[in-house]
């Protein structure tokens, strides 16, 4: 027990001790606010595949309208509802929406 008392009363074991307080909880650096930025850096990580997955899909999307033609004027009637002079276009409502 003496031994015990002695060993935590050392000035080095106190200034040990006093040293990783400091940095685990005192520091800007301090051990939750690395957990924090290293959430927020996967986070980002995730993001980031997201949007590179996005623009591979738009590059793709992009390649084909500037292909083909047909697909080009599809998007155009059913996206932007644009018609060529003097045709006559209906629309019909979506048939999952009804009303009872």
């Known amino acids: 027990m003496v031994r015990?008392?002695?060993?935590?009363?050392?000035?080095f074991f106190l200034s040990g001790l006093a040293f990783v307080?400091?940095?685990v909880f005192l520091d800007e650096y301090n051990y939750w606010g690395?957990?924090?930025?290293i959430q927020d850096l996967n986070d980002l990580k995730n993001q980031q595949q997201y949007y590179?997955?996005?623009?591979?899909?738009?590059?793709?999307?992009?390649a084909a309208l500037e292909s083909d033609t047909l697909l080009l004027e599809r998007l155009a009637?059913?996206?932007f509802r644009m018609?060529?002079?003097g045709e006559s276009v209906f629309w019909f409502p979506d048939s999952s929406f009804t009303q009872n």
């Open 4 to 11: 015990l008392k002695k060993i935590f009363l050392n000035r």
């Open 21 to 23: 307080v400091w940095f």
């Open 34 to 37: 690395q957990r924090e930025v």
């Open 52 to 62: 590179d997955s996005s623009i591979r899909l738009m590059n793709h999307e992009k």
């Open 77 to 79: 009637r059913e996206k």
């Open 83 to 85: 018609y060529k002079p």
